[in-house]
């Protein structure tokens, strides 16, 4: 089976990755088709596999004992998932899985784990994305306790375009409902209101932007901080964003 080529490759971390970092890599990349709530990882079992997203949305969940459910974490073509593996952890600390459908690469854990105590420049890449997802963490954490409901959602949302191709967002009333930790019908009324405002068109499982610049606006200070500190972290790379663009010549968002 053929390598994948890093001219071409859509996820950019391994598109940041040193030319002769690449080829030790890439023969270990398996690519993958990642349905919708494809399972990529499970709270508690081992880590089997590394992703690398190229496209689809991803969620880190939160289950509490009580069974109750919260997306700590969103991610896409900006990373790779589980984090933790970069730290040599071989337990799932929490439930990954695919709230878009996609595509990506896989590595085993095995491979992930021998690059990571083998070569510096691989390394380097993962701890950066690694502490990049830390820091989207805390600022969800920080906006959950922060923020209004429409607050939130105008985040999430434009979080979420950063990582899609196109305008279109396709997710349910009760996805959302677990990402923002928020009741089915206070979505809804959120969904009313950003649209009454012109930000979004909502229909039936799809979110439309049509006002991106106006719905960062209303966003405040919920959104840019960790996107920032994303594009700081990458450019102290051998690599920087700019030059690692995909040849779809992408510059929406902080991801390039």
């Not at 690469?105 to 095995?110: G, N, T, V």
Request: aromatic content about 6%; hydrophobic content about 40%.
């Amino acid at each position: 089976m053929a390598h994948p080529k890093q001219a071409t490759i859509q996820n950019k971390l391994l598109s940041l990755l040193p030319e002769t970092t690449f080829d030790l890599v890439a023969p270990s990349l398996e690519a993958v088709v990642l349905p919708l709530k494809t399972v990529l990882a499970t709270r508690g079992e081992p880590i089997e596999h590394v992703y690398f997203l190229t496209s689809g949305l991803g969620s880190v969940i939160v289950e509490t004992a009580e069974g109750h459910r919260a997306e700590a974490g969103l991610f896409g073509f900006d990373g790779h998932i589980p984090t933790s593996a970069a730290a040599d952890v071989e337990l799932a600390p929490h439930e990954i899985s695919m709230q878009l459908p996609g595509e990506g690469y896989r590595m085993s854990y095995s491979a992930f784990a021998a690059l990571m105590d083998s070569d510096r420049g691989f390394s380097k890449v993962m701890i950066r994305c690694m502490e990049a997802f830390t820091i989207q963490l805390s600022y969800t954490a920080a906006s959950n306790s922060i923020h209004d409901i429409n607050e939130r959602l105008a985040r999430w949302l434009l979080m979420c375009h950063d990582r899609v191709q196109g305008n279109e967002i396709g997710l349910t009333h009760d996805a959302m409902a677990v990402m923002l930790a928020v009741r089915r019908p206070s979505v809804t009324t959120a969904l009313h209101v950003l649209e009454g405002l012109g930000f979004i068109r909502s229909t039936r499982g799809r979110i439309t932007i049509r006002d991106r610049a106006a719905l960062e606006e209303f966003a405040q200070d919920a959104y840019g901080r960790p996107e920032a500190e994303y594009r700081r972290l990458m450019k102290g790379l051998p690599k920087s964003l700019d030059e690692a663009l995909t040849p779809d010549g992408r510059t929406k968002g902080p991801f390039g």
